[in-house]
């Protein structure tokens, strides 16, 4: 596995875990989270977000269906399923800077067909 894949996946553990202090660790300040429902920059309002995310979720489950990277970026399938019962299919692109930092998290919701 690469570095980035690597991170990637570090990334989706902790979160996984709901441990917002792991995931604030790997946010670079400017980051960009973006998704079907919300669009936030700055490092401050993305944990406010993943924060408000893990208060909604009891649990969270996420299994990698398959993983792309490029030079800065891994792009993952992913399964996710919240409280035992809400499935989602997405597709997570996270863009890393030159430390290793996330500057940018875009999710799209797909199905499960």
């Not at 570095?3 to 604030?24: E, M």
């Not at 946010?27 to 944990?47: C, M, P, Q, T, Y």
């Not at 399938?77 to 997570?92: A, F, K, S, T």
């Amino acid at each position: 596995m690469t570095p980035h894949t690597d991170l990637f996946l570090t990334y989706l553990r902790h979160y996984a875990a709901k441990d917002l202090q792991a995931i604030s660790a790997m946010f670079a300040e400017d980051i960009h989270l973006r998704d079907w429902n919300i669009s936030v920059h700055g490092k401050d309002e993305a944990i406010r977000e993943t924060a408000k995310n893990f208060t909604e979720a009891e649990s969270i489950e996420i299994r990698v269906l398959v993983t792309y990277e490029n030079a800065d970026t891994v792009a993952g399938e992913l399964h996710i399923v919240v409280d035992g019962r809400v499935d989602l299919y997405v597709v997570d692109v996270v863009t890393f800077n030159a430390q290793g930092s996330i500057t940018a998290i875009r999710s799209y919701k797909g199905r499960e067909d």
